[in-house]
């Protein structure tokens, strides 16, 4: 077998990343302006709808491209959006991460009633697990759901809300008696409210989300009561390893940054790129992001086939990339000097989007303690 039929993209990925590459173009300019916006960008919403691109995240039979979720497919897309705007990439991927569940256990008529919508990004979605006072120990929340009278009703705080205020749908993780239920609540319903009492380092649109007895039919409970943490976790094994994609673009991004920089600069004499450890820098960062970008794409590839069986690969990917991000950005950033420091500037945003993906999505710590737990368990009945 050929090394290229190994290890290249199949046409119709790379097909898909031209055109993830037109949409990127199209918004080059707005980008820094959308960043910063703190809520949905109208331009970027209008962009990406043009683009068609959403239905890569929503299957076939309800608008989208593919019969199921490939999560090769958005894994390439988000490498290249997160590249120019982390606002773009987020709007992206949550229409796929805050419509899995519904779109794999979701009722008939909540189903068709949102997820065309979301494919044409005519509808956009959320997905709250996060409170104040819970992040990793997702078991320990608070926030309930029951039933009453034919309908649910919901009670509670979610924190950290990617699109919060500006989504139409949330599909929310509650308490449901002794086990966990997922509930599509639509905006606008009495009793949702939504804030943004965070203001973070990094690009990116947040809120919190308060639900105060609000009511919504039991055709809204996603899948059966009890259901809610293998939807989260089949959520999670989809789109897990996207996050490394986005990773691998933003360190690329940065890595292009530093290469301008360093070669249009002269110091003593020499251009930078020349100039002590820092060409060292810059090959080092191209090995690694090299290196991130051959194990996510494997480790998506791996995903689009089975998600769950892949989950140990995928969440390599994403410690592997998301922390070579941030080290390839921190070095770019050494090597521009002071110009890496300019608010305002490209790479001054790629070191603030990058940050963050090393907390959400599973946090390093949390997929590291369960990656050590699997390579004991696997090694020793190895060894029997
Ligand atoms: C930009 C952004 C967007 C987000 N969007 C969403 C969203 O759309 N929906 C949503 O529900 N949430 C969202 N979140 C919240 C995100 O999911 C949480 O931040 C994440 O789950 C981590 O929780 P925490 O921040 O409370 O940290 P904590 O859980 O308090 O962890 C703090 C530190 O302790 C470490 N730690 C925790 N537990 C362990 C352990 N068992 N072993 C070792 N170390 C551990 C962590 O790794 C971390 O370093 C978002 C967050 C950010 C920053």
Redesign the pocket.
């Known amino acids: 077998m050929s090394v290229d039929a190994l290890f290249k993209l199949p046409d119709h990925y790379c097909a898909l990343q031209a055109e993830a590459r037109n949409l990127a173009d199209s918004v080059r300019g707005i980008a820094a302006e959308a960043d910063e916006a703190g809520r949905v960008h109208p331009g970027m919403r209008s962009a990406l709808a043009a683009s068609g691109l959403v239905t890569v995240v929503v299957p076939a039979r309800f608008g989208g491209r593919f019969e199921r979720v490939d999560s090769l497919a958005a894994t390439v897309v988000r490498e290249v959006l997160a590249g120019v705007s982390g606002h773009l990439d ?1 709007m992206f991927a ?1 229409q796929g ?2 419509t899995f569940a519904l779109s794999a256990a979701g009722a008939e008529d909540v189903q068709a009633r949102w997820l065309p919508a979301v494919a044409k990004t005519e509808a956009i979605a ?5 409170e104040p006072d ?5 078991r320990a929340i608070s926030t309930t759901v029951h039933e009453r009278g034919g309908r649910l009703v919901l009670h509670g705080h ?7 205020g500006d989504a139409d749908l949330y599909t929310v ?1 509650a308490r449901e008696g002794d086990g966990y239920s997922l509930v599509l609540v639509p905006a606008g319903t009495p009793g949702l409210s939504t804030a943004s009492p965070h203001q ?1 380092i ?1 690009p ?1 649109v ?1 809120g919190d989300v308060v639900l105060d007895g609000v009511e919504v039919g039991t055709d809204h409970r996603v899948g059966a009561a009890g259901e809610g943490f293998r939807l989260v976790l089949a959520t999670l094994a989809a789109f897990r390893v996207s996050v490394a994609g986005a990773a691998v673009g933003v360190a690329e991004a940065a890595l292009r940054e530093a290469v301008a920089h360093c070669t249009g600069r002269e110091q003593f004499g020499v251009p930078l790129a020349r100039l002590g450890s820092v060409p060292e820098h810059l090959a080092m960062a191209w090995t690694e992001l090299e290196m991130a970008r051959s194990l996510t794409y494997r480790a998506a590839a791996a995903t689009a086939g089975d998600p769950l069986a892949s989950l140990w690969l995928s969440s390599m990917a994403k410690v592997g990339a998301t922390e070579m991000a941030g080290r390839v950005v921190d070095r770019a950033v050494q090597a521009a000097g002071r110009f890496g420091l300019t608010r305002g500037s490209n790479l001054e945003r790629l070191y603030r989007e990058a940050r ?1 993906m090393r ?8 997929i ?2 369960s990656l050590a737990r699997q390579l004991i368990k696997k090694v020793t009945a190895d060894d029997h």
């Open positions: 987020s949550m991460i805050g959320a997905l709250a697990l996060t819970v992040g990793s120990d997702l979610k924190s950290f809300i990617t699109n919060a993780l973070i990094a990116h947040l963050p907390i959400y999505e599973g946090s390093t710590e949390v590291l303690d």
